[in-house]
C-alpha cells in the first residue's frame, strides 16, 4: 500500500478536473479525496503500489479538454489514516488562491448536438453548456468556483440538472452553469421600449426574421451586449454606423462556419485554427477580391473581422437567421460593441435598454447575470511568420496569467489612457485585465475600478506596490494618488511598453527597443513615439538612446483627429509654405490652414512630438487619404492599405549624430514622400517606398544602437507594430542584419501591453529595493 500527496496548480477550476481525478481513481480503484485549496488542488490517492503508478502515468495524458497544469508537486505520505474511498471534499477557501478560473470557451460539439437534437432535453435551449465549455471569468464572483459564489446561484436546479451535477460519470458533474428549459436562465425579446414580445425558442424565431427585415438587434451575449444587423445590406449596416456613431471603424461579422467564412476571406491554416478554437476570437482575415458583404462594414482596410458563433444563442440564432424563408443572401451579420462610442459595453438589460434604447430597434434578453464585461478579443496572423498578432485580449483569454520570474512581491499595473487594461501579479504569474477601452470618461473609469477589485477578490490577491504613468492627468493616476496605504512607482509610456515585450519573453538582461506609437509623456514633457531604448531589466533602469525628428504639433490633441495639421507642419519644418503647392486641405481648409501655419510660426498652443503614428499620420494626409480621422491610427491604416507591393524602392531615411541622442531623419523620409507627389508618381507607388524606406531606417537605425552599446538583442513594441507590413519586414530586416528580435506573442503590442510592463517594471525595481 502507498499513500501520495498531490498539489496541482492551474487552471483547474471549471473544467471538469475534480471529476476527472475522481473518476481516474475510482478506475485504478484508489481511496482518497479531492479538493480545492488556497494552494491548489490536493489531491491524496491511497492504494496498492502499482495502481498509484497508473494514476501518475495517466494523469496527464488523459486531462480534461480545458484544464491547463502549471505545476505539480507530490509527496508520499504514511499509510495511516487508511481511507474507505475516494470522494470529492469541500473546497476550502484563503487567500492567494492558486488555482485558476478559467475563461470563456465556446459550445463544444456535444452541447451543440444537444441543442439541435429535437428528442433533447435541451433541444434549442440557448444557455446549455458543461464542463468542457460555456461561461466562467464573466459569471464567477469569487473563488472556490462554486455556483453558490456564481450568477447561477439563483436558478436552483431541477431533479434531472442536480442528478447530471452529483454524476461524477457526467460532463455536466459540478459544471457549475448547468440549466435546462425548465430551471435555467429564460430568453425573451422585446421592443426598444422594453415591452416583451415573444419568448423562447419564438423569441429566436422572430429575432431572425427582424434581422432579415433590416432590423438593428442588441442581444445580450457573455460578457456584455452586441449590436447585430444583416452583413449585406448598406441602409441597415449605414443606420448602425449613424446611430452608434461609428463613421468609419470597421465592424465584426459572424458567420455560421468554416465554409462561410472562408466565402468572404482568404484563411491561412493558421487562421482557421483560430477561427475554430474554444476561444472563438475575432480574426482580422483578408478580404477575398469578390466581397459580397457591405463595402459599408470595413471601408478603409483590405482586411476584414470575422467570428464563429460562441454560445448556443449564436448558434441557433445565426441557424434560424440562415434558414428563414425565402433566404438567398449571404448569412453574415454585423456583431460589434453594444455601446456608444468610447463607452463600456451595456452590461444589465435595464442599462442596455437605457443606453441602447435609440440605437437597436429589438432587445433580446436573458435573466443570468454578467458579473464582468468582457468584449471579444481581436487578433490577426502575420502573413511572413506566421505569429499571431493581438489587438485586444479579452473574451477567451482573460483570466489565464503569463507567466513571469517570481520577484516576492504582487504589483498592480494601472495601464495607459487609451485602450486600457489592468495587470494584476502574483509569484511568477501576471493577471491581465481583459480591454477595457479608453480610459477618458466616468463610466470607463467606473469599469476600470471594478475590474480592479473583481481581480483582487477573484484571485485573492492584495498588491504591495502600484505603478502608473508619467502623464499627471490620466484617471488611472488619480486611481494611484488615492491609494494612500501603497506605494506607488511612475513608468514612463514607452519604457513600459518594451518592459512588457521583454517580459513576456522573460528577459532579464539588457536589451535595445524600439517603441513606436502615437503618443506618450515624455521625460522631458514632450510627446513621445518614435523611440529608441535602451532597457536593463535586472537593474530597473532605463535610458532613452534616440527619437525621430521633433516635429510641432498645432492645436496638440487637435492635430492627433486632423492629421493635415501634422502634414503641414512637417511641411512648414522643410520650408514648404501651404500656399506653395496644392496641398489637399487647402480647398476646404485654407483660412484653417492659415492659422495653423501662423501658430507654427509663433509657437502658439504647439507641443513637441517624435511621434511615429504622427509620421504615418502626415503622410496619408498629404496623399489625400485622410486629413480627418474618426478611430485612432485610420489614417495610417488607410495608408497600409493602397500599398503597391511589388514596389521595392524605398525613400532615404538616415540616421542623424545628434547631442540628444541618436536621431532618425524622418524629415528626409517626409521630404522624399512630398517630391514624389509633386511629380505626380502614384499613391500606391509612394505608400510602398515609405514603408520600404521607414523598415530601412530603423533598421539603420538599431544597428546603430548596437554598435554604440554592444547589445544584440532588441525588443518592439508600440501601437504601429499592428501595421501588418511593419510586423511582417521589420523584424526579418533586423534578424537579416544579425540582431536578435523579441515580440509581443501573448499581448497586444498596442497600449494593451502597458499594464503588464509596468508590472513586470514595479516587480523588478521592488526586488532591487529589497536587496
Not at 27 to 56: D, K, M, S
Not at 335 to 351: H, I, K, Q, V, Y
Not at 471 to 490: C, G, I, M, N, W
Not at 709 to 720: C, D, E, F, N, Y
Amino acid at each position: 500500500m502507498q499513500t501520495l500527496e498531490l498539489l496541482i496548480n492551474g487552471q483547474v477550476q471549471g473544467v471538469g478536473f475534480r471529476p476527472f481525478v475522481y473518476r481516474l481513481a475510482r478506475e485504478y480503484r484508489l481511496r482518497g479525496y479531492v479538493r480545492n485549496t488556497p494552494g491548489g488542488v490536493e489531491i491524496l490517492i491511497q492504494g496498492p503500489a502499482e495502481a498509484v503508478a497508473g494514476f501518475q502515468r495517466d494523469f496527464p495524458e488523459r486531462l480534461p479538454p480545458l484544464a491547463r497544469i502549471d505545476s505539480a508537486r507530490k509527496r508520499p505520505l504514511p499509510r495511516e489514516p487508511v481511507f474507505r474511498d475516494f470522494a470529492i471534499e469541500t473546497s476550502s477557501s484563503g487567500e492567494g488562491h492558486r488555482v485558476l478560473i478559467g475563461p470563456e470557451t465556446a459550445t463544444c460539439p456535444d452541447c451543440l448536438r444537444d441543442i439541435l437534437d429535437p428528442d433533447n432535453a435541451r433541444f434549442f435551449y440557448p444557455f446549455t453548456n458543461c464542463t468542457n465549455c460555456g461561461p466562467r471569468y464573466t459569471i464567477t464572483r469569487s473563488l472556490p468556483y462554486d455556483r453558490a459564489a456564481t450568477s447561477m446561484a439563483c436558478f436552483p436546479l431541477c431533479r434531472d440538472c442536480q442528478r447530471e451535477y452529483e454524476d461524477p460519470f457526467n460532463r455536466r458533474f459540478h459544471a457549475q452553469p448547468n440549466a435546462c428549459p425548465i430551471c435555467g436562465p429564460r430568453l425573451w425579446y422585446t421592443d426598444s421600449a422594453g415591452r416583451e414580445i415573444a419568448e423562447k425558442q419564438d423569441a429566436l424565431a422572430l429575432a431572425a426574421q427582424d434581422l432579415g427585415r433590416g432590423f438593428i438587434l442588441a442581444i445580450k451575449g457573455l460578457g456584455g451586449f452586441h449590436l447585430a444587423c444583416r452583413a449585406d445590406d448598406d441602409r441597415a449596416v449605414s443606420r448602425l454606423r449613424a446611430r452608434k456613431r461609428r463613421p468609419d471603424k470597421p465592424l465584426a461579422v459572424m458567420v455560421p462556419d468554416l465554409e462561410s467564412a472562408e466565402q468572404i476571406a482568404a484563411i491561412t491554416p493558421r487562421e482557421r485554427d483560430w477561427l475554430c478554437s474554444g476561444q472563438r476570437p475575432i480574426l482580422l482575415a483578408r478580404k477575398k477580391p469578390v466581397f459580397d458583404l457591405s463595402p459599408e462594414v470595413a471601408p478603409d482596410t483590405k482586411s476584414i473581422g470575422i467570428m464563429l458563433p460562441y454560445t448556443p444563442l449564436h448558434h441557433l440564432l445565426i441557424k434560424l437567421y440562415r434558414t428563414r424563408p425565402g433566404q438567398n443572401a449571404s448569412a453574415a451579420l454585423v456583431m460589434t460593441s453594444g455601446n456608444m462610442s468610447s463607452d463600456p459595453l451595456a452590461l444589465g438589460n435595464r442599462e442596455a435598454l437605457d443606453m441602447l434604447g435609440r440605437i437597436a430597434d429589438r432587445f433580446l434578453l436573458h435573466d443570468r447575470d454578467i458579473l464582468i464585461r468582457c468584449d471579444d478579443s481581436v487578433l490577426g496572423v502575420n502573413p511572413a511568420s506566421g505569429d499571431d498578432v493581438f489587438f485586444r485580449r479579452a473574451r477567451g483569454f482573460t483570466p489565464v496569467p503569463i507567466r513571469i520570474r517570481d520577484h516576492g512581491v504582487s504589483v498592480l499595473g494601472l495601464g495607459a489612457q487609451k485602450k486600457t487594461t489592468v495587470c494584476l501579479t502574483e509569484g511568477s504569474r501576471a493577471f491581465v485585465s481583459q480591454h477595457l477601452g479608453d480610459l477618458d470618461n466616468v463610466s470607463t473609469y467606473a469599469y476600470f475600478t471594478q475590474t480592479i477589485a473583481h481581480l483582487e477578490k477573484l484571485l485573492e490577491i492584495r498588491p504591495k506596490v502600484l505603478v502608473r504613468d508619467l502623464h499627471p492627468d490620466f484617471l488611472s493616476t488619480r486611481y494611484a494618488a488615492e491609494q494612500k496605504e501603497l506605494p506607488v512607482l511612475p513608468l514612463q509610456h514607452h519604457f513600459a511598453h518594451i518592459y512588457a515585450v521583454l517580459g513576456e519573453n522573460r528577459e532579464t538582461g539588457p536589451a535595445l527597443g524600439l517603441a513606436l506609437d502615437g503618443s506618450g509623456l515624455g521625460t522631458d514633457r514632450t510627446v513621445w513615439g518614435g523611440e529608441l531604448l535602451l532597457v536593463h531589466p535586472a537593474r530597473a533602469e532605463q535610458k532613452r538612446l534616440g527619437h525621430f525628428c521633433p516635429v510641432p504639433l498645432p492645436g496638440g490633441e487637435t492635430a492627433v483627429n486632423q492629421p493635415w495639421r501634422t502634414a503641414q507642419s512637417y511641411l512648414q519644418i522643410l520650408g514648404i509654405r501651404p500656399g506653395a503647392s496644392d496641398l489637399p486641405w487647402l480647398a476646404s481648409r485654407a483660412r484653417a490652414a492659415a492659422v495653423v501655419a501662423d501658430m507654427l510660426d509663433k509657437n502658439i498652443n504647439t507641443i513637441q512630438t517624435t511621434s511615429c503614428g504622427r509620421l504615418f499620420d502626415a503622410v496619408a494626409a498629404l496623399l489625400g487619404l485622410k486629413l480627418e480621422i474618426s478611430y485612432e491610427g485610420q489614417a495610417a491604416v488607410c495608408l497600409e492599405s493602397i500599398q503597391d507591393q511589388a514596389e521595392v524602392q524605398a525613400y532615404p531615411c538616415p540616421v542623424l549624430p545628434s547631442s540628444s541622442g541618436i536621431v532618425l531623419d524622418t524629415l528626409s523620409l517626409f521630404q522624399a514622400v512630398y517630391q514624389d507627389r509633386e511629380a505626380g508618381i502614384a499613391r500606391e507607388l509612394i505608400s510602398r517606398r515609405f514603408h520600404n524606406g521607414l523598415i530601412r531606417g530603423l533598421t539603420g537605425w538599431a544597428l546603430a544602437a548596437s554598435r554604440q552599446t554592444g547589445i544584440r538583442r532588441i525588443a518592439l513594441s508600440g501601437g504601429v507594430l499592428q501595421n501588418m507590413t511593419l510586423a511582417s519586414e521589420l523584424p526579418r530586416s533586423l534578424e537579416r542584419s544579425g540582431l536578435e528580435v523579441l515580440i509581443h506573442r501573448l499581448l497586444p503590442p498596442n497600449d494593451g501591453c502597458i499594464s503588464f510592463g509596468q508590472a513586470v517594471y514595479g516587480g523588478l525595481y521592488h526586488a532591487l529595493c529589497r536587496n
